[in-house]
Structures are given as C-alpha cells and as structure tokens.
C-alpha cells in the first residue's frame, strides 16, 4: 500500500492513484485472520456498515433487480467530475490550502495523549480497568490520517480552515481501528473502542474558535 504497487508474475505494476478498501465480518471469524497492528494502521479509516432499517430501502434492496446485479449497480454509477488519475493532485491541494490553527494543533496532540493516557484526562468506561484496558494508543501515521480527514471535511463544507467539529467527525472512523486493546477485551472491543473514543472527545477540552 505505501509503495503503491502490486508484484505479479515476477512484474512490479505501479498504480499511484491506487486506493485499496477492505471488508471484515463483525460475526463470522473462521477461516478469516485479523490483520496485524501494522498492517491495519496503514488504513485510513474503518467505517461501520450496518443494515438498513428504512423499511422502503429494506424493500428496494430485496426487489429491486439491480441490487442483484454487481454490473447494473456500476452502470448507474454518475459520471465524475474529475478522472481519477487529478486525485492525487486535488488532494495534495486541499492538503496544502486548508489551514490548521494553533488552538486546533494543541487540541489535536491532546486527542493523541488522551489515547496513549487515558488517565490523565479522566476517560474511564464503566466496569472497566482503564490501566489494562489499552496496550496502544495512536500511532503518528494516526495523527496524521486525523488531520488529513479533518482537512477533508472542512473542504467539503466550504471552509479554508480546519474547526474542533471537522476533527470530531472523523475522529471515530480514523482512530478505532488503530488502537490496540487487551485480549481480554476482544470479544467486544469494537463496541468498547466507541465508547472509548466518545468519552475522548467529551473529556478533551475543545478550543473556542476566535
């Protein structure tokens, strides 16, 4: 993934404007490995997907042929904006353009002492011993996909600047899956990862914008 190409048949194929998506069973583990610390680290987010509960989506889903059909579903697809291979330039735009305060700089090395010590800011869970519940906090490469996010939302709210909500959103989504839980915890670590990563943003102190 950070070479950004793919060995085959004795053959390197570079593919810079690669993104590589994965999918995991939250029920079923046989047959299937949970992919080391490293390895998960070098994703950006992980996102929940749960079924519907919208009884007209639930509907279209079972009736509708073309949620049968992979093909159909991509013929639908709407025409993009750009071609895919301007990405790598749009985002190292947004990255470069959309500026980050020193009250967002100083809340965001508090989010990541808050995951590597929870303690120090009070974040406790209910029935649980907070001194063995995390093995690992953030990594870097964490703090850095947060702010990355963080730019993105803004942008896409039509901001220059990066404001406490925009890290908040992503906030979830970009740290879960990095943080390394006791085993004893692994049963329901991802119910107890949100939880946890909730009762961060609520001890953390967020900036009050000028």
Same mark, same amino acid.
């Given at each position: 993934?950070?070479?950004?190409?793919?060995?085959?048949?004795?053959?390197?194929?570079?593919?810079?404007?690669?993104?590589?998506?994965?999918?995991?069973? !939250?029920?079923?583990?046989?047959?299937?490995?949970?992919?080391?610390?490293?390895?998960?680290?070098?994703?950006?987010?992980?996102?929940?997907? !749960?079924?519907?509960?919208?009884?007209?989506?639930?509907?279209?889903?079972?009736?509708?042929?073309?949620?049968?059909?992979?093909?159909?579903?991509?013929?639908?697809?709407?025409?993009?904006?750009?071609?895919?291979?301007?990405?790598?330039?749009?985002?190292?735009?947004?990255?470069?353009?959309?500026?980050?305060?020193?009250?967002?700089?100083?809340?965001?090395?508090?989010?990541? !002492?808050?995951?590597?010590?929870?303690?120090?800011?009070?974040?406790?869970?209910?029935?649980?011993?907070?001194?063995?519940?995390?093995?690992?906090?953030?990594?870097?490469?964490?703090?850095?996909?947060?702010?990355?996010?963080?730019?993105?939302?803004?942008?896409?709210?039509?901001?220059?600047?990066?404001?406490?909500?925009?890290?908040?959103?992503?906030?979830?989504?970009?740290?879960?899956?990095?943080?390394?839980?006791?085993?004893?915890?692994?049963?329901?670590?991802?119910?107890?990862?949100?939880?946890?990563?909730?009762?961060?943003?609520?001890?953390?102190?967020?900036?009050?914008?000028?």
């Amino acid at each position: 993934m950070a070479e950004k190409s793919v060995s085959a048949f004795n053959k390197v194929n570079y593919l810079p404007n690669m993104v590589v998506f994965a999918d995991r069973n !939250q029920v079923e583990k046989n047959e299937t490995f949970e992919l080391p610390a490293a390895a998960r680290d070098r994703f950006m987010m992980e996102v929940s997907i !749960q079924s519907p509960t919208d009884k007209v989506l639930r509907n279209s889903i079972i009736f509708d042929t073309k949620f049968q059909d992979t093909s159909m579903l991509i013929d639908n697809i709407p025409s993009p904006s750009f071609d895919c291979k301007e990405l790598n330039e749009v985002s190292g735009a947004i990255q470069e353009n959309i500026q980050t305060s020193d009250h967002i700089k100083n809340y965001v090395e508090s989010l990541w !002492q808050a995951t590597e010590n929870p303690k120090k800011f009070a974040v406790d869970l209910e029935g649980i011993d907070m001194d063995d519940f995390l093995v690992a906090g953030s990594s870097p490469r964490g703090m850095i996909m947060l702010i990355k996010a963080a730019k993105v939302n803004a942008w896409m709210n039509n901001r220059d600047h990066v404001q406490p909500v925009d890290v908040e959103y992503v906030f979830h989504s970009v740290m879960a899956h990095r943080l390394v839980v006791n085993r004893i915890y692994e049963n329901n670590k991802t119910e107890l990862l949100e939880k946890f990563t909730d009762k961060v943003l609520l001890k953390v102190a967020t900036p009050k914008l000028d």
